[in-house]
């Protein structure tokens, strides 16, 4: 049974932007973006959960904001300013349980994933 679908991804220019969703069929407390590139590890994007916290990697801070609309139980996450080193396939994540703030972020942290969707940027 799929939890976790997402949609969005798509190919753009540098400097573009892009809107990712993530369908989440069922509650969840802590919610995620990840993405992975070929070639390296899985790292958080976006994080939040329904307490309020929201937190970011590094890499695009300002850049990115995490959102959820609870009426549609869907997951956003709005790319501007996008960069080349953004590609990746981008991977919804969600888990019943609750987490630290740096724990939000963490890949084994997560038990329920989505099928990815790839995001390319040219330069």
């Known amino acids: 049974q799929v939890h976790l679908v997402e949609s969005g991804g798509g190919s753009v220019q540098a400097g573009g932007s892009l809107r990712l969703s993530c369908v989440l069929r069922g509650y969840y407390y802590s919610m995620a973006w990840f993405r992975q590139a070929p070639g390296k590890e899985r790292e958080g994007v976006a994080a939040m959960d329904a307490s309020g916290i929201i937190t970011y990697g590094d890499a695009v801070v300002g850049r990115f904001t995490i959102s959820k609309d609870n009426t549609e139980n869907t997951l956003y996450l709005q790319m501007n300013s996008l960069k080349p080193e953004d590609t990746a396939m981008y991977y919804c994540?969600?888990?019943?349980?609750?987490?630290?703030?740096?724990?939000?972020?963490?890949?084994?942290?997560?038990?329920?994933w989505g099928q990815g969707t790839q995001v390319t940027v040219s330069s």
């Open positions: 994540a969600a888990d019943t349980r609750a987490m630290s703030r740096s724990g939000l972020l963490r890949v084994i942290a997560y038990d329920d």
